[in-house]
């Protein structure tokens, strides 16, 4: 019998855009995030699965879904993860939202307008920091800027690797209504070099979406666990810079993503920053206010 884990990409944690249950955060936390990471990744896989029917795919889905909340045995990451909730005595409510996001992967190949992304996002990037922040004990009033930072990290994704989204699975996350009014078509995303009309729809887009990064800035005045905001300002570094990336570079035909050293200088940086505005007692500067 073919298992969820069987369809795995190879991809792993340390492959993401972002920290995951990095050095920073405390080690008692770091097994429950690592079972919660496998058990997307490998849905995320199968919904990204370049030869799974459909169907098969949803059936996948749904078997994740019924181990996570049952007592099935057959599906390794959904047995995992639900053992580790379980002792912490937390409920997979965010992991079930994140299977909505997967299951509309395999439905739903087009979005109309900047509304219909942002709900997209709402299962498939919000979840995973309102359970980073439910793990560490956070209060529910940092939803709000968690939510904005990790819809910013999935836009960003989405226009990285639109041409690849486009070619490999016939999907696209840019919005119908911004291609229609930048004289775009979705047939441009598999061009070799974007023409200057979907480059333009996909600059105004990032733009966009660095405003809604700013909207997240403050989050880190409401998160009490010093480990925790040192990685939320790592993950905020890492975002603005690959949104300041694709403001400016064509990601048909240019590397918008960071490099080994990058990520490193930033880390350092990102770190550095916290630490200062921690025991100086600031709240964090937005972009606007640095003059940026």
Known sequence: MTTASDLRSGKTHRDENFPVASWIIRPEHRALILAFYNFVRTA???ADHPELPGEEKLRLLDLLEAELTGTGETQDVAVSLRRALAER????RHALDLLVAFRM????????NWDEVIHYCRYSAMPVGRFMLDVHGESTSTWPASDAICAGLQINNHLQDCGKDYKALNRVYLPRDALAEAGATVEMLGQAKAPPQLLSCLQKLAVRNAALLEEGRDLNSGVKDFRF??????????????VALLKVRDPLSERVHLS????????????????????AGRHPVTKSAAGA
Do not use: H, N
Request: hydrophobic share 45%; no cysteine.
């Open 229 to 242: 905001g040192l990685e939320i300002a790592v993950i905020q570094g890492f975002a603005d810079r690959i």
């Open 260 to 279: 080994p050293t990058g990520m490193l200088g930033l880390t350092f940086t990102s770190v550095m920053g916290e630490i200062i505005r921690r025991v």
């Open 44 to 46: 995320d896989d199968i």
């Open 105 to 112: 992967d395999v439905t739903k190949l087009r979005y109309e």
């Open 89 to 92: 005595g937390m409920p997979p």
